[in-house]
């Protein structure tokens, strides 16, 4: 069984920092790529960042600069450091895990910035 669990979310003040959390299991998790996608009320959920098996990294234009991706796959966990939040941040952060036609999300944490 497939699991991801998210931590690390919470209330923040703008400009400020949190880093949230994923933990894996169920998968061999040094071959999936990994996200972490976000969604703000009324809005449809987005990638905001990924990171490959081979720890290359993407980012969404609304982060980039202010996010950054990390895995520890001895560990099967997956990192996203959020500096400089914006109230537009706001949203539920969930944890993704894609591989050879195969996709799978956390349960998600919330996160929200207040101006």
């Known amino acids: 069984q497939v699991q991801l669990v998210e931590s690390g979310g919470g209330l923040v003040q703008a400009g400020g920092s949190l880093r949230l959390s994923c933990a894996a299991s169920?998968?061999?998790?040094?071959?999936?790529?990994m996200g972490w996608g976000r969604q703000a009320p009324g809005k449809q959920r987005e990638l905001a960042a990924t990171i490959s098996g081979g720890a290359n990294t993407n980012y969404a234009d609304s982060v980039k600069g202010r996010f950054t991706i990390s895995r520890y796959n001895a560990k099967n966990t997956v990192y996203l450091q959020m500096n400089s939040l914006e109230p537009l941040d706001t949203a539920v952060y969930y944890c993704?895990?894609?591989?050879?036609?195969?996709?799978?999300w956390g349960q998600g944490t919330q996160v929200t910035v207040s101006s």
């Open positions: 993704n895990a894609m591989s050879r036609g195969r996709n799978y």
């Open positions: 169920g998968i061999t998790f040094s071959i999936y790529n």
